[in-house]
């Protein structure tokens, strides 16, 4: 069950199920935006509801002490260099709501970087970054309606397929995915119905303790993506994302799930929209490193019908390239395979004991899914990742 929210002078109630589980954090007060911007000097503390505008200044550091909140109408300014160290605990994080805009604009000589504050940093120390917007999801009927997030309980969703949230350039995102709960987790970025007139470009995820990367619904675009060590997936979507991922490295270490794990909705909740439409993102230049053929691991997973077009692709070091799961019901993920919608173009397999898994009570050859093996690069990390990233 999800639940509708508006944003007005209301709280939402803490208790609210959500793309995985339910959460149990503190209920948000959220109130109409009035006034102006507001500087905050550096070698500040910063957290809380924001009703007000927030500029931080460029290449200056500062603590974040609580979640902050950038409520509707407001902006969140984060120049280039500026680093925000965040105080331990999964209800440490920043959220852009719906309606709010975050300007992260970083460069890469001089990124934005979001980290622990721990002197000796962990992955899990604190929450993550979540942008909320207005952009088609699948878990709930459609038009104006929303659900509410696992983090928060904010409201996302909605019908706006250009919505945006501003800005995410250069961005590094470090030792996220603290817990709220045995059910809630924190992802590095997580991105919640999160419209395509949103820039997202140069990010890093690095050593996060959840998802490095998840996509709630939305159509938001994003290129130069780096994940290194989430101790979950990498890359995650599910309620109907629609967007363009290109240029995306990911390097498993110790501890780690899927390179990519998609679902075509979230089966906690049910596809819900009408009429019913699936996840189907175009991937394309993407390299993932595993730890090798020998552990029992799968690149990317594909169920719950997703669909998706693939291209480009470099898997190195697993058991499973790719890993089909679904049924002829409500997870049709073969037919998606069947149709055309669920396809991979140019992929090389270094180190890959099975090339593809069809666990999804379809018959279909490895042919009628793959074409052009033997024919991928993946990405060139090499030159874009230079600078800005960690290793």
Same mark, same amino acid.
């Given at each position: 069950?999800?639940?509708?929210?508006?944003?007005?002078?209301?709280?939402?109630?803490?208790?609210?199920?959500?793309?995985?589980?339910?959460?149990?954090?503190?209920? &948000?007060?959220?109130? *109409?935006?009035?006034?102006?911007?507001?500087?905050?000097?550096?070698?500040?503390?910063?957290?809380?509801?924001?009703?007000?505008?927030?500029?931080?200044?460029?290449?200056?550091?500062?603590?974040?002490?609580?979640?902050?909140?950038? /409520?509707?109408?407001?902006?969140?300014? @984060?120049?280039?260099?500026?680093?925000?160290?965040?105080?331990?605990?999964?209800?440490?994080?920043?959220?852009?709501?719906?309606?709010?805009?975050?300007?992260?604009?970083?460069?890469?000589?001089?990124?934005?970087?979001?980290?622990? %504050?721990?002197?000796?940093? *962990?992955?899990?120390?604190?929450?993550?970054?979540?942008?909320?917007?207005?952009?088609?999801?699948?878990?709930?009927?459609?038009?104006?309606?929303?659900?509410?997030?696992?983090?928060?309980?904010?409201?996302?969703?909605?019908?706006?397929?250009?919505?945006?949230?501003?800005?995410?350039?250069?961005?590094?995102?470090?030792?996220?995915?603290?817990?709220?709960?045995?059910?809630?987790? *924190?992802?590095?970025?997580?991105?919640?119905?999160?419209?395509?007139?949103?820039?997202?470009?140069?990010?890093? %995820?690095?050593?996060?303790?959840?998802?490095?990367?998840?996509?709630?619904?939305?159509?938001?675009?994003?290129? $130069?993506?780096?994940? &290194?060590?989430?101790?979950?997936?990498?890359?995650?979507?599910?309620? !109907?994302?629609?967007?363009?991922?290109?240029?995306?490295? @990911?390097?498993?270490?110790?501890?780690?799930?899927?390179?990519?794990?998609?679902?075509?909705?979230? +089966?906690?909740?049910?596809?819900?929209?009408?009429?019913?439409?699936?996840?189907?993102?175009?991937? /394309?230049?993407?390299?993932?490193?595993?730890?090798?053929?020998?552990?029992? *691991?799968? %690149? @990317?997973?594909?169920?719950?019908?997703?669909?998706?077009?693939?291209?480009?692709?470099?898997?190195?070091?697993?058991?499973?390239?790719?890993?089909?799961?679904?049924? /002829?019901?409500?997870?049709? /993920? !073969?037919?998606?395979?069947?149709? !055309?919608?669920?396809?991979?173009?140019?992929?090389?397999?270094?180190?890959?004991?099975?090339?593809?898994?069809?666990?999804?009570?379809?018959? $279909?050859?490895?042919?009628? $899914?793959?074409?052009?093996?033997?024919?991928?690069?993946? +990405?060139?990390?090499?030159?874009?990742?230079? !600078?800005?990233?960690?290793?």
């Amino acid at each position: 069950m999800k639940t509708k929210v508006l944003i007005m002078s209301l709280a939402i109630a803490a208790l609210a199920f959500t793309s995985c589980e339910s959460d149990t954090t503190a209920p &948000i007060i959220i109130e *109409n935006n009035q006034g102006g911007d507001v500087v905050i000097p550096s070698d500040s503390n910063i957290g809380g509801v924001k009703t007000t505008s927030l500029t931080l200044e460029l290449g200056k550091e500062y603590t974040l002490t609580e979640a902050l909140i950038m /409520t509707e109408g407001t902006t969140l300014t @984060i120049p280039a260099g500026v680093i925000i160290k965040a105080n331990p605990g999964a209800g440490v994080y920043i959220a852009i709501a719906q309606g709010a805009t975050i300007l992260a604009e970083g460069t890469a000589s001089s990124p934005v970087v979001l980290t622990s %504050a721990v002197s000796t940093p *962990n992955a899990g120390d604190w929450g993550g970054l979540i942008l909320l917007g207005k952009a088609p999801i699948n878990s709930v009927a459609g038009g104006s309606a929303t659900s509410t997030s696992e983090i928060g309980g904010l409201p996302y969703g909605g019908d706006d397929i250009a919505d945006g949230s501003g800005k995410v350039r250069y961005v590094r995102v470090e030792y996220s995915g603290g817990a709220a709960d045995a059910s809630s987790e *924190n992802n590095g970025f997580s991105f919640y119905g999160v419209g395509n007139g949103t820039i997202v470009e140069n990010i890093q %995820a690095f050593e996060g303790k959840d998802d490095g990367i998840e996509f709630f619904g939305g159509t938001v675009n994003a290129s $130069f993506i780096s994940v &290194i060590g989430a101790q979950d997936d990498s890359i995650d979507w599910t309620e !109907g994302y629609s967007g363009n991922l290109t240029n995306i490295y @990911i390097e498993h270490r110790v501890e780690h799930d899927k390179g990519i794990e998609a679902d075509g909705y979230n +089966t906690d909740i049910g596809n819900n929209s009408s009429p019913v439409f699936w996840s189907k993102p175009t991937v /394309t230049d993407v390299t993932i490193v595993g730890r090798g053929s020998a552990t029992a *691991n799968e %690149a @990317i997973r594909l169920r719950a019908g997703t669909q998706g077009i693939f291209n480009n692709i470099s898997i190195q070091g697993f058991e499973e390239g790719f890993d089909l799961d679904g049924d /002829t019901g409500n997870s049709p /993920t !073969g037919q998606g395979v069947l149709n !055309g919608d669920l396809v991979v173009s140019g992929v090389i397999f270094t180190d890959v004991t099975l090339k593809m898994k069809n666990d999804t009570e379809f018959s $279909f050859n490895e042919e009628d $899914f793959i074409s052009g093996d033997g024919n991928g690069t993946g +990405t060139n990390y090499v030159s874009w990742g230079s !600078g800005w990233t960690r290793n």
